[in-house]
C-alpha cells in the first residue's frame, strides 16, 4: 500500500474499522486518500477493531429472523415504511414475508400518498435536515426561507396517512432535535449502540408500539464528537443518505418486539 492509500470501506470510502465499516459489512479495499470524499476532515485510519461487532454478532445469535410458516398472499399483514429510503428499516418485515410498501420518493411522495386497507403497521422516518439538533445554526434561515414549512409538511403528511390507516402498531422516528416542540415529547430515545450497532446518533421515536430488547454494546469513538455519523460530513445527497440508514439492531430489535 503506498502512503496515498488507506484501507476503506468500498462501498462509502469511510476508512473506519477492517471488516467493512458498519453499513457495509466485508468490504474493504485499499484506495486512495482522495477517494475519500465521505469523511474529508479525516482521512487518517483509526486503529482497526472488530471487537464490538463480534459482541454484537455473539449477543443476536439468538435472534431467529426467519419466519416459521410461509403466509399466503392475502394474509400477508401490510407495513408501510413511510419516506423509507433505502428500506434498512422495513426489512426485516420483508424478509419475513410480509407485504412491505416503500413510500418514499421519486416513487412515491408522502404528501400524496393514499394509504390501503387493512394496514398492520408504519415506520416513518421523515427527513430530519431542518429539525436535527446538529443543523440548529440553520433553524432560523429555514424558519424564514420555509424549508422548515415544507419540512413540517412531510411530518404532518406522515401523521395523516397514520391517522387515516388506524394500524396496530406505528412508530416515527428523527434524531435529537426541535420536532419536540411541535409534536410533543418522544416515547423513546436511544443510541444504535443500544441494539448492537457500536456508534451513537441520539435519536427520537414516537408512537405507539411493544418496548424493544436492548443489546448494548459499547460505542467506538471515531471524532471528537464521538460516532463515525458526525464524522461522515459532506452534503451530497450520498453522505445524507448514508447518514441517516437506519442501523440494522435497531431495525431487527423492533422487528422482534412488534409483529
Ligand atoms: C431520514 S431518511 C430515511 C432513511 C431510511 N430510514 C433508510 O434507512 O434509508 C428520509 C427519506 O425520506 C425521503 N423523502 C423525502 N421527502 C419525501 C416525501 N415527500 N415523500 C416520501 N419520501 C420522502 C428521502 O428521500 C429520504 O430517503
Redesign the pocket.
Known amino acids: 500500500m503506498s502512503l496515498n492509500t488507506v484501507i476503506g470501506c468500498e462501498s462509502c470510502k469511510t476508512s473506519i474499522g477492517r471488516k467493512g465499516c458498519f453499513l457495509h459489512s466485508g468490504n474493504w479495499i485499499s484506495i486512495s486518500k482522495e477517494d475519500i470524499k465521505s469523511a474529508p476532515n479525516s482521512t487518517t485510519p483509526i486503529k482497526p477493531t472488530d471487537t464490538p461487532r463480534k459482541e454484537w454478532e455473539e449477543k443476536t445469535e439468538d435472534i431467529n429472523m426467519t419466519p416459521t410458516t410461509p403466509l399466503p398472499e392475502e394474509k400477508k399483514k401490510i407495513i408501510l415504511?413511510?419516506?423509507?429510503?433505502?428500506?434498512?428499516?422495513s426489512r426485516p418485515y420483508k424478509e419475513a414475508g410480509y407485504d412491505v410498501r416503500l413510500?418514499?420518493?421519486p416513487e412515491?411522495?408522502?404528501?400524496k400518498?393514499e394509504p390501503p386497507d387493512n394496514v398492520y403497521g408504519i415506520l416513518a422516518?421523515?427527513?430530519?435536515t431542518d429539525f436535527s439538533v446538529s443543523g440548529a445554526q440553520y433553524w432560523k434561515v429555514k424558519d424564514k426561507d420555509g424549508r422548515t414549512i415544507d419540512s413540517m409538511g412531510?411530518v404532518m403528511?406522515c401523521l395523516m396517512i397514520i391517522a387515516k390507516a388506524q394500524p396496530k402498531f406505528w412508530v416515527m422516528?428523527n434524531p435529537v432535535g426541535r420536532l419536540v416542540h411541535w409534536i410533543g415529547k418522544p416515547k423513546l430515545t436511544f443510541n444504535p449502540c443500544d441494539y448492537g450497532d457500536p456508534y451513537t446518533k441520539k435519536t427520537y421515536l414516537w408512537g405507539i408500539f411493544n418496548e424493544l430488547k436492548q443489546i448494548p454494546v459499547k460505542p467506538i469513538r471515531v471524532s471528537s464528537q464521538g460516532s463515525w455519523v458526525q464524522r461522515l460530513g459532506g452534503k451530497s445527497a450520498k453522505t445524507k443518505?448514508l447518514r441517516?440508514?437506519?442501523p440494522v439492531g435497531f431495525a431487527n430489535a423492533f422487528f422482534k418486539a412488534n409483529q
Open positions: 415504511d413511510l419516506c423509507g429510503g433505502t428500506g434498512a428499516w413510500v418514499t420518493i412515491h411522495d408522502v404528501r400518498y422516518a421523515p427527513p430530519c412531510i403528511a422516528e443518505e441517516s440508514i437506519t
